[in-house]
């Protein structure tokens, strides 16, 4: 029998995560993407749920929970459906944090997870997308050349969040044709971060370019060591990820223009009542539940370590076209209150149409 609901532990889980979303990214999200801004208070707090430091081992300082695709997936909706740029910010350690505790070797856990289970967020990001036409993740510009013992890093990359204030970054380079991950340490020769890139939308999240001009790093700082790593499961892993913030916009839209559609009258009745809002928003309904089952399937079988390349495919360009669509038709249900800022709408539009855009700066 197949079930679709939570766990108990997943759901209290959730109810923490949805009391923090609506007590505290919602009460300032408008602010922190007028000033670009998110404050200290919100991420320490947001760390102290334990909700990337939980899956952890205890005898690398951690708590030594499950880390299931579900439970991340369950978070990462709830928290983008209070601002998903406060999300990718308080989830970025995980891009460091599950690659090295899924793949890494045993020296790379116990060099770089135990800086994780402090109280204090520790800043870590992975660097994959490239500023080039046609980006490819299993064709990377970026290459990763062993001479003399090490790994020389040569390339270019783009949309790095919280590049110039992270200790650790995860680069993802071609080793030979093939897809691979590089542990990069704060302050090493060539390693330059540009200026903060200037988004349409996630404007509160600080992403950067990052240079590649001959770093190089040890040889067991390739993720995996000799093995390498599975960039098929890492991947598969973002794209879980971020189908589930894609449904949490696209829920914050739906609800916000449901509720607005009922209270909105005109012409003696509320809008809610024209057939044409009624059927947008039932339509809108209908895809925000579609796509979190295909994103749930996706996460079920990364869970039971089965090829979900098929599935995490599917979830991620469903839900990349869905959060479009939900998130501009809400923007249509409110009229000319849609297109001003005085509405939350016109952001998650912005927010909604990056999707595409976002591979590799999320992960479960």
């Keep these: 029998m197949i079930s679709f609901s939570p766990t108990e532990e997943q759901q209290m889980i959730v109810t923490m995560v949805k009391q923090f979303a609506n007590d ?8 922190c993407d007028e000033s670009g801004e998110i404050p200290s208070r919100i991420i320490d ?3 102290g749920l334990g909700l990337v430091s939980t899956s952890i081992p205890e005898e690398h300082g951690g708590l030594g929970g499950e880390h299931s695709a579900i439970t991340g997936a369950l978070i ?8 998903l740029s406060m999300t990718m910010h308080i989830l970025c350690p995980a891009l460091v944090v599950y690659p090295v505790l899924e793949m890494g070797t045993e020296e790379q856990k116990k060099k770089y997870l135990p800086a994780f289970c402090g109280d204090k967020f520790k800043t870590a990001t992975a ?9 490819d993740p299993y064709s990377l510009s970026t290459t990763a050349t062993l001479k003399d013992g090490s790994y020389v890093l040569k390339g270019e990359k783009c949309y790095v969040p919280l590049a110039a204030d992270a200790d650790v970054l995860l680069v993802y380079a071609a080793e030979k044709g093939k897809s691979q991950g590089f542990i990069v340490e704060k302050g090493i020769k060539g390693l330059e971060i540009g200026e903060r890139e200037k988004n349409m939308g996630i404007k509160a999240l600080a992403t950067y370019e990052v ?5 190089n790093i040890p040889k067991e700082n390739r993720l995996g060591g000799d093995k390498g790593c599975d960039f ?5 892993c973002s794209r879980v990820a971020l189908s589930a913030m894609a449904v949490g916009v696209a829920r914050a839209a739906y609800e916000y223009s449901r509720d607005y559609a009922k209270e909105r009258v005109a012409f003696g009745e509320p809008i809610a ?10 339509e809108m309904a209908i895809e925000v539940d579609a796509s979190r089952l295909v994103n749930w399937e996706a996460a079920w079988k990364l869970d039971k370590k089965e ?20 998130t501009d038709r809400a923007v249509q249900i409110l009229g000319g209150h849609g297109y001003i800022r005085e509405h939350p709408v016109e952001l998650w539009l912005r927010n909604g149409r990056g999707f595409v855009t976002f591979d590799g700066m999320a992960t479960v």
């Design 45 to 47: 707090t947001a760390w």
């Design 76 to 83: 990462a909706e709830e928290l983008a459906w209070g601002d």
């Design 211 to 215: 240079s590649l001009k001959g770093c």
């Design 24 to 31: 505290e990214m919602r009460k300032i999200y408008r602010e």
């Design 273 to 282: 009542s024209r057939q044409a809002i009624a059927f947008m928003l039932a």
């Design 127 to 135: 660097a994959l997308i490239e500023p080039r036409f046609g980006f």
């Design 307 to 326: 090829t979900a390349t098929k599935e995490a495919s599917l979830a991620k360009t469903y839900c990349d076209d869905m959060v479009l669509m939900v």
């Design 232 to 236: 098929e499961r890492i991947m598969d």
